[in-house]
């Protein structure tokens, strides 16, 4: 009762000062919390060295294999090749399944792991700008026996028959990838 009896004895004015005060005081607050928050999130972690400068899935074509006479419709848009009407092999999963199986030969490697290919296939569906990756069944880097890793290259820059992604109304530029699951020399899975 004592609290009530102060604000009826103050003038008005002294209240809406006093309430002006407290807000003012909320409003400095909720800004710096606001700030901080916004530091913290957006800039705080952002690193200062080795920056990349492109994104996951760029194929640097100074590193990459079979990129002489490989053109790209447009260097500086290149899509995912997930799109609605996506970059796929022309004979479908089955037929390019079907003709690396039948190509393939296990000369008795003893390999296990995941032997990934990305490469880019253009607007008139050629693939180039091949890259590779070699990882053990936990997926940590490992190298694969080198006649092995040979072979698949061949076999994969010889799927030619490629349809291109359509994006935008036009066949457009995208990224592309195949991983072989490979077990004891065998080849258990193409992915995608």
Not at 76 to 90: G, L
Request: with cysteine; charged share 25%.
């Amino acid at each position: 009762m004592g609290f009530f009896c102060y604000f009826e004895l103050m003038k008005p004015k002294k209240v809406f000062k006093a309430i002006g005060y407290v807000l003012i005081s909320l409003l400095v607050i909720f800004v710096c919390i606001l700030a901080y928050t916004n530091y913290t999130y957006k800039h705080k972690f952002i690193p200062n060295e080795n920056v990349y400068s492109h994104s996951a899935e760029y194929i640097n074509p100074k590193e990459a294999i079979f990129n002489d006479n490989f053109y790209l419709c447009d260097e500086k848009r290149i899509f995912q090749y997930y799109n609605p009407e996506r970059a796929t092999y022309s004979e479908g999963k089955n037929g390019l399944r079907k003709f690396v199986l039948s190509n393939y030969v296990n000369k008795g490697y003893s390999d296990s792991g995941y032997l990934n290919f990305r490469f880019i296939i253009n607007c008139k569906g050629e693939a180039g700008r091949y890259v590779f990756h070699e990882n053990d069944l936990e997926l940590n880097p490992k190298p694969f026996n080198k006649d092995l890793v040979k072979q698949l290259l061949k076999i994969t820059t010889q799927l030619k028959k490629w349809n291109p992604n359509y994006v935008q109304e036009e066949f457009r530029d995208s990224y592309m990838y195949i991983s072989y699951r490979i077990e004891n020399g065998e080849i258990t899975e193409i992915i995608p």
